[in-house]
């Protein structure tokens, strides 16, 4: 090509073709985790990372955007395409999600919240929709771009536009992989009943009495420390018994502070273990395979070899 627009797209398929080839590894990576990590029941849960399969209920009522879907959790995208000299690209001129509203996941043994904000959602498209020649926008499209104040009219037309829409329904199978914690209020309670606790024990004498082990008339540090650890002790194994009673109503599952793993999936570990694979075969070799076919054509075309 005589502009040199083969250089520009070589380069840019040498970058693309670097990104596949670690964006494999991330997927295998994540694959090895969602194996090596033993599926608990919620029953069971340990706070910390988990992973749990079971149906998704609603705690509240909720519709997706675009198709009015009763469901537990929506996304979506709108693209318009854009026009830059004799090429153009898409652009996301709108997305959004629930991610602020929990749902439960149901296992048999129980029920606890998922908060999904923050998840990495493996799961297909519910709804797409494109513009183009003999396919007007439903009038459900076109209230949405209006009410969001996005322009989709130009002096030539209509826009090419394209609607992408994903959703869980309640009753449906899912996946989570993501970290176990209390929540808020659940922590502040327990900091609460400890600090009464300790301070209904510094002011009964006789308990204090018990506290000193050695019976030296004082208590020291390891003595007050033993006694505070009891307390604790006692506090956790009641809130326990509280929780597993009470569907792990002060325990969320959602993405950790620390651990940042957090996957939420309509695809059974099974499936969701097989669509990792093939990720991470194609971005492995794909992108090994079209790293190297670029840098021979740049060393081809800059008359290097």
């Excluded at 989570?176 to 301070?199: F, Q, Y």
């Amino acid at each position: 090509m005589s502009d040199d627009r083969d250089i520009g797209y070589a380069i840019f398929g040498f970058g693309f073709g670097i990104w596949s080839f670690f964006w494999g590894f991330k997927r295998l990576r994540r694959k090895r985790m969602i194996e090596n990590i033993p599926t608990s029941t919620v029953r069971g849960l340990a706070m910390g990372l988990v992973e749990l399969t079971g149906k998704a209920k609603k705690t509240t009522p909720l519709k997706s955007v675009f198709t009015n879907t009763d469901c537990v959790f929506y996304n979506y995208t709108v693209e318009r395409y854009q026009r830059s000299g004799k090429s153009g690209h898409w652009v996301t001129v709108a997305k959004g999600d629930s991610g602020d509203c929990t749902f439960l996941l149901d296992d048999t043994t129980g029920k606890v919240a998922i908060l999904p904000k923050g998840a990495e959602f493996i799961m297909p498209k519910d709804y797409e929709f494109s513009t183009g020649w003999g396919r007007p926008m439903p009038s459900n499209l076109q209230a949405f771009l209006n009410n969001n104040h996005i322009q989709y009219n130009s002096f030539m037309g209509t826009y090419a536009m394209r609607f992408k829409e994903c959703y869980i329904c309640p009753g449906e199978d899912i996946y989570v992989l993501g970290t176990a914690k209390k929540t808020h209020a659940a922590v502040d309670s327990h900091k609460k009943t400890l600090m009464d606790r300790i301070t209904q024990l510094k002011s009964n004498p006789e308990k204090m009495e018990k506290v000193d082990l050695n019976k030296d008339g004082q208590i020291n540090e390891e003595e007050w420390t033993r006694a505070v650890a009891k307390i604790e002790q006692n506090l956790l194994e009641e809130e326990l018994k509280e929780i597993q009673s009470n569907e792990l109503a002060d325990v969320v599952v959602t993405k950790g502070d620390m651990e940042k793993t957090f996957i939420i999936s309509d695809h059974s570990q099974k499936e969701l273990t097989k669509k990792l694979t093939w990720q991470a075969f194609s971005g492995v070799f794909g992108g090994a395979a079209l790293t190297i076919a670029m840098l021979c054509y740049l060393l081809f075309r800059f008359n290097i070899f």
